[in-house]
């Protein structure tokens, strides 16, 4: 292939300019697509966060809007989970996968049609299931309330994405496969497995619960993990500019991930009516991803020390560490809360909703804002528009996603103790919980500000709005030479020619 | 193409494995279960209830288990004789087990609180029957009338002073609210008494 005829390189060698074309190719093959996924991703992100707004507002005015079928807390509830969980973040990893995708396999990405229809029709799922589950249609079965029909749309969606990636990967131009890569095959292949599986008309009673929570703990773990995973591997070591700690460990990690994590959902039935060997055997395997954490942890954040000034500087690090950081704490909260006393405590609380904000949001949707912060650039050839506003974006979600985990945290494992104790009356309890869902409509309220915030910069870079920014966007001004590898020292801009097919960074894997 | 066909099988088959194992085999080993004491079919008016249930998204709030002796206080909270079991739930094509306990769990509901009366005036106002409560109203499964214009096969809702609509209207449930009051009334657990061991949860 023309636009690639470099060796292999190892993915640890931070080498740099001497082949910067094939860079620009790749980011062009993947500038329909990446836009297309990204944009509706934020559109959902949106949608999904004034869905949560209504629903949680609600515990603070349970008689404002309720004359509206539509509005009322059980059928938003849901409908923001579907948006978030198939909408945002599911889009949100297609696009930026499709761009690690690419680079990494040091090709174009091939089937760009595939995924543009794979964008439409998946925005069309998510449509009509959301409009579905607020009309009243909800198949009411935890994480797959949308109806039957918003799944006709969405699972070609996912399989179109699947050919484009077979192929592309089939043109490859690496010979080495950089372990983001594992991790992003391996998830296009769960992704529609289980969601097939999930569909399947065998399933009631308690046996579906089992299935259920399979389901639901994979979906987040094979689907939605993976590509954050993969995006932490590459940013981090990217943009701070020297290999991951250990790369043999990387292989433990996956290995171990894909092994043991699909056993450890039906831990969210411990202590309730299925076989004791079910529950039993999720208790194990939760705790046995402590391997793969410890293993992720190491190679991430050992890759970070000694080079903590650059989170002040770049945007991308900024998000992504955050989420690395939450990715361990969020897994050992996992694998120690699935044992039989926490859960006892736990389970049935708000702690429950701390837990998987903190996964879905402070770890995954975190590494997608700091994914898309470092390829928008690349490619829409244009630079965000306000440092400012990327520093309010990450402040508002920062703290948002903080005081939110916080306050369930406490109200939740505070509410299991009060539901232990019969002497403590029920209404007593919903009482005590008040105060900590005020502080939950609050921080919601502040990550919402920061969607908003994000979906204007997105806007902006989009249409390439406004005057051309001068160089990459950095909160403060960078000492010379700090991100020179990544071609962020302010020479990305100024040499790249603004007529959109050219160059837009020159130092890249 | 060796590696990364590796990861792709290695990745089916564990995906494969649990399928199976958390899957299917619930599912095989459950296939012959009976029905405990009490549970029966749904009645065509508790399924219509039941479908009200669903779409209204009560399992977000309230779950359907009973936790056994010996783990969590639902027996002491009197939320029911015994723990849940399988058997319970065969009639169940949508499992409506649940996560969340913001609202306590209705697996005995009809044992707790037996009264129409109560279930209607809750689900038109729940403040008016439980001051405090979080609970959504749900006036759109009620109609407002006049007193004159209600039918002798209509059922109304009798509400305290503060709650009930003024001048000479009354509230009225819908085909829907006594559907669902229906459904919830199959909510009922009997004892049995085997030493809770066989099929028991924990």
């Not at chain 1, 603004?498 to 160059?503: F, K, L, P, R």
Request: proline content about 6%.
């Amino acid at each position: 292939m023309p636009e690639d005829a470099s060796p292999a390189v190892p993915p640890d060698v931070a080498d740099a300019s001497a082949d910067a074309d094939w860079r620009q190719v790749v980011d062009a093959s993947a500038r329909g697509p990446v836009v297309a996924f990204v944009v509706s991703a934020t559109a959902w992100l949106v949608i999904g966060s004034l869905l949560a707004l209504i629903a949680s507002f609600k515990f603070q005015f349970p008689d404002w809007w309720t004359q509206q079928a539509w509005l009322t807390f059980g059928r938003v509830r849901p409908a923001h989970l579907n948006t978030m969980i198939y909408g945002w973040i599911s889009m949100a990893g297609v696009g930026v996968s499709a761009w690690l995708w690419a680079r990494l396999l040091k090709t174009r990405l091939r089937g760009q049609w595939m995924l543009l229809l794979s964008a439409a029709l998946w925005n069309l799922g998510v449509l009509v299931g959301t409009i579905g589950i607020l009309a009243g249609y909800s198949r009411a079965i935890e994480w797959v309330e949308m109806p039957y029909v918003a799944f006709a749309f969405i699972v070609p969606a996912m399989l179109l994405v699947v050919a484009s990636f077979i192929q592309t990967l089939w043109e490859r131009h690496a010979r080495h496969l950089y372990i983001s890569v594992w991790y992003l095959g391996a998830a296009i292949l769960w992704g529609p497995l289980l969601v097939v599986a999930i569909l399947l008309p065998i399933y009631s009673g308690i046996p579906e619960a089992t299935a259920n929570w399979w389901y639901a703990h994979n979906i987040l773990g094979l689907w939605i993990t993976p590509p954050g995973l993969a995006a932490a591997y590459y940013f981090i070591p990217k943009v701070i500019g020297r290999p991951v700690h250990s790369y043999h460990l990387s292989y433990l990690g996956f290995w171990t991930l894909a092994l043991f994590y699909n056993w450890a959902g039906v831990h969210h039935l411990v202590g309730g009516p299925v076989p004791q060997w079910v529950a039993t055997v999720s208790i194990v395997f939760s705790a046995m991803m402590i391997i793969p954490v410890i293993v992720v942890a190491v190679n991430h954040h050992l890759t970070v020390v000694g080079h903590f000034e650059k989170l002040k500087y770049s945007p991308t690090l900024r998000f992504v560490v955050f989420g690395a950081m939450s990715y361990t704490a969020v897994s050992l909260q996992g694998s120690l809360q699935s044992f039989r006393y926490w859960q006892e405590v736990t389970h049935f609380t708000h702690y429950t909703i701390a837990h998987s904000h903190l996964g879905v949001y402070a770890f995954a949707t975190m590494i997608a804002f700091g994914a898309i912060y470092y390829i928008m650039p690349r490619v829409t050839d244009w630079e965000w528009g306000s440092k400012r506003l990327v520093s309010l974006h990450f402040w508002t979600t920062g703290l948002g996603i903080g005081a939110y985990f916080t306050a369930l945290t406490i109200g939740g494992v505070i509410q299991g103790f009060q539901l232990l104790d019969p002497d403590v009356a029920f209404l007593e309890i919903v009482d005590d919980t008040k105060p900590w869902l005020i502080v939950r409509s609050v921080s919601g309220t502040l990550m919402t500000i920061g969607h908003l915030v994000f979906a204007y910069l997105l806007a902006r870079i989009v249409t390439r709005s406004g005057e051309r920014p001068e160089g990459p966007t950095y909160f403060h001004p960078v000492p010379e030479g700090t991100f020179a590898h990544v071609g962020g020292d302010g020479t990305r801009s100024a040499r790249v020619p603004s007529t959109g097919e050219e160059a837009t960074s020159q130092e890249d894997r | 193409m060796t590696r990364i066909a590796l990861v792709f099988l290695g990745a089916f088959a564990a995906i494969a494995m649990s399928f199976t194992a958390l899957t299917l085999l619930p599912r095989m080993q459950l296939s012959a279960i009976e029905p405990t004491p009490g549970t029966a079919d749904y009645t065509y008016d508790e399924q219509l209830g039941r479908e009200v249930y669903l779409r209204e998204g009560c399992i977000y709030c309230h779950s359907q288990q009973v936790r056994p002796e010996g783990f969590g206080s639902d027996l002491k909270r009197g939320w029911g004789p015994r723990g849940s079991r399988p058997g319970d739930y065969v009639y169940d094509e949508t499992h409506q087990l649940g996560t969340m306990r913001t609202g306590p769990d209705l697996h005995d509901i009809a044992s707790r609180q037996p009264s129409r009366d109560w279930h209607l005036a809750h689900l038109y106002q729940p403040r008016s029957v439980s001051p405090g409560s979080v609970m959504p109203a749900y006036p759109y499964l009620f109609e407002v009338k006049k007193k004159s214009n209600v039918m002798a096969s209509e059922v109304t809702v009798p509400l305290s002073a503060d709650y009930a609509p003024p001048g000479d209207s009354v509230v009225v449930a819908t085909e829907d609210a006594l559907a669902l009051y229906d459904y919830l009334m199959t909510l009922k657990l009997e004892p049995i008494n085997d030493g809770g061991a066989q099929g028991a949860s924990n």
